[in-house]
Nanobody, 126 residues
Framework: QVQLVESGGGLVQAGGSLRLSCAAS????????MGWFRQAPGKEREFVAA????????YYAASVKGQFTISRDNAKNTVYLQMNSLKPEDTAVYYC???????????????????WGQGTQVSVSS
């Protein structure tokens, strides 16, 4: 079992930056791949970024590649999402999620993640 708690969301002007954090409970955090997803009002929850258990591999949605950076600190049981050059279309609730599924090709799939945080709101004003 993994429990996840996100923080770091808020209101920011377009062009600004935010860093989201996701703190995980449990002693086996380092064995999980971690993902960030987001859900805007009236839209489906979508994949944003993922990172393998060793932090050696990262994966991004095309819409955020070069703009967002995912990282993890296994000693702190925490995964981060650094978001730069934010745009109004980045406004959403951001969720972190954990999976121990075998196969990085699944990391972009919502169904691959059995553990989810409660979400943190990110609002970007124009």
């Amino acid at each position: 079992q993994v429990q996840l708690v996100e923080s770091g969301g808020g209101l920011v002007q377009a062009g600004g930056s935010l860093r989201l954090s996701c703190a995980a409970s449990g002693r086996t955090f380092s064995s999980y791949a971690m993902g960030w997803f987001r859900q805007a009002p009236g839209k489906e929850r979508e994949f944003v970024a993922a990172i393998g258990w060793s932090a050696g591999s990262t994966y991004y949605a095309a819409s955020v590649k070069g703009q967002f950076t995912i990282s993890r600190d296994n000693a702190k049981n925490t995964v981060y999402l650094q978001m730069n050059s934010l745009k109004p279309e980045d406004t959403a609730v951001y969720y972190c999620a954990a999976t121990n599924i075998a196969g990085s090709s699944y990391y972009t799939m919502r169904w691959a993640y059995p553990y989810w945080g409660q979400g943190t709101q990110v609002s970007v004003s124009s």
